[in-house]
């Protein structure tokens, strides 16, 4: 019996990222769609490609606020024989043997399957958490020698004996993502090969695409929330360039390819950097040489994309969203007023400046994903957020936790930038105290849509808010 809802569909599930995966099917079927055991956040994530999808579950929690949704015994197939153009299943939970007869002739089969059963992808690092999804013979995407030796055992046989999941498409047959590459191939007049996916949570992924002369990084925005961001960094870029007074920038910024739309799904492909981007490697060591490489891109962004300086109102506005945190907003923006006092001048800043976004490759070093960047930074707010999370690291501490110690603490920081040409240990306590300040107010409010809740604040802006006030933290 079909258990329905009514009204719309329950909010989205912060697991969606784990039906990325669906990216290898069809962005349409032609017939009816089953999801059968899935948990919650991928059939979510398959609903949004398959809105007529019946999801189908021995779990009765799993199919509330579910507009067409199914309980079955795991045994005994509910729907008719052969009906079925497209089964999706998670055959660690369903019994394949049960679904055996419910596909018609010529329909297709995905699933998560056991680790020791075939299959052509990985989740990785598992199904339930997925960063990447990875084949045999896809380059790694970092030079980090322990994801690359951990990304190169995932597709190894010691991965099936590992007790962890594949996923295994059949038959074998073009996708969504390969009608996207094709695309891109057809914007740039080349031919172009699928080289890897990256996911970025639930509203985005990254598809490596292989070009004649070089590759890209093709960012594919499968949600409304995940276009609107998109469209958010192409206006930063462009509003950047056009602030640049030289263009040096230029060099340590990824070049756009392409932009486009596939099935109704909006993309952008820009040049892909190898590089190392994890903050836990050798090269991100408190005292490694790399700081000063990302320190000289957040200098030169400062200095060539001024914008003005910060007057009357510029906290109110720099703090717009963060009454969501609360009554801790008025003291954040009460900390920032000597931002205003001594009228600091103001350029655009990334506004995520830490080792995640920093490729550190042979060449210069590239700085990705600008979706944060704002206009009114204090100038060196970059190089203020970079040192946090240096100290962060370094400590093993939250962000807030290493702000606060910034705020008590003149040289907690390793290599914090001038104030207004004055350098950090010399400039007015309180405004070092609102440069930090500052910084995370662009980290707490995150990029658009993206909500960081109770939890988080409690672990990074109570202790922040403590050290402003003087209280011990």
Not at 254 to 271: D, N
Not at 350 to 363: K, Q, T
Not at 416 to 423: E, F, N, R, T
Request: with cysteine; glycine share 10%; charged share 20%.
């Amino acid at each position: 019996m079909m258990a329905k809802t009514v009204g719309a569909e329950s909010p989205r599930h912060p697991s969606e990222r784990n039906g990325s995966w669906r990216v290898f099917l069809p962005a349409a079927m032609s017939g009816l769609v089953a999801l059968v055991d899935l948990e919650p956040g991928t059939a979510a994530a398959f609903r949004r490609s398959y809105p007529s999808a019946i999801t189908v579950s021995a779990d009765r929690a799993a199919l509330v606020g579910v507009a067409r949704g199914m309980c079955w015994d795991g045994r005994h197939w509910p729907l008719p024989d052969g009906a079925l153009a497209l089964l999706v299943a998670d055959e660690r939970r369903a019994d394949p043997t049960a679904l055996a007869a419910a596909l018609r002739p010529g329909g297709r089969r995905a699933a998560i399957v056991p680790a020791r059963r075939r299959h052509d992808t990985v989740p990785y690092p598992r199904a339930d958490s997925v960063e990447r999804l990875l084949r045999k013979g896809w380059p790694a995407s970092t030079d980090a020698r322990g994801q690359w030796i951990r990304q190169r055992l995932a597709t190894s046989v010691l991965w099936r004996l590992s007790g962890r999941a594949g996923i295994a498409i059949e038959p074998d047959g073009p996708g969504l993502i390969d009608d996207v590459v094709a695309d891109l191939g057809a914007a740039v007049g080349s031919r172009a090969t699928l080289r890897g996916v990256l996911v970025s949570g639930s509203h985005n992924i990254i598809v490596r695409v292989g070009l004649a002369r070089e590759e890209a990084a093709l960012r594919l925005c499968l949600t409304e929330l995940g276009t609107a961001r998109l469209a958010r960094q192409r206006q930063v870029l462009a509003s950047i360039d056009d602030a640049l007074l030289s263009p040096d920038l230029h060099a340590h910024m990824p070049r756009e390819l392409a932009v486009g739309v596939t099935h109704g799904l909006e993309w952008r492909a820009e040049t892909w950097h190898q590089g190392h981007l994890s903050p836990g490697g050798r090269r991100w060591r408190t005292g490694g040489s790399t700081w000063k490489a990302a320190h000289e891109v957040a200098r030169l962004l400062a200095a060539t994309a001024p914008t003005a300086d910060a007057g009357p109102g510029w906290a109110h506005a720099w703090t717009r969203g963060i009454d969501q945190f609360g009554e801790d907003a008025d003291a954040i923006e009460a900390a920032l007023l000597p931002i205003e006092e001594f009228r600091l001048p103001t350029s655009w800043c990334h506004g995520d400046f830490w080792p995640g976004n920093i490729v550190l490759g042979r060449g210069s070093t590239v700085v990705i994903d600008w979706e944060q960047g704002r206009a009114a930074a204090p100038a060196g707010l970059d190089a203020v957020f970079l040192e946090l999370y240096r100290l962060a690291i370094g400590s093993r501490i939250p962000i807030g936790v290493a702000a606060a110690r910034a705020v008590r603490e003149p040289r907690a920081l390793t290599a914090p930038p001038s104030l207004g040409g004055v350098p950090w240990p010399a400039a007015d306590p309180a405004l070092r105290a609102a440069s930090v300040v500052a910084a995370i107010v662009v980290h707490a409010l995150g990029p658009e849509g993206d909500r960081r809740g109770s939890r988080w604040a409690h672990e990074n802006l109570v202790p922040l808010i403590s050290a402003l006030a003087g209280r011990p933290g």
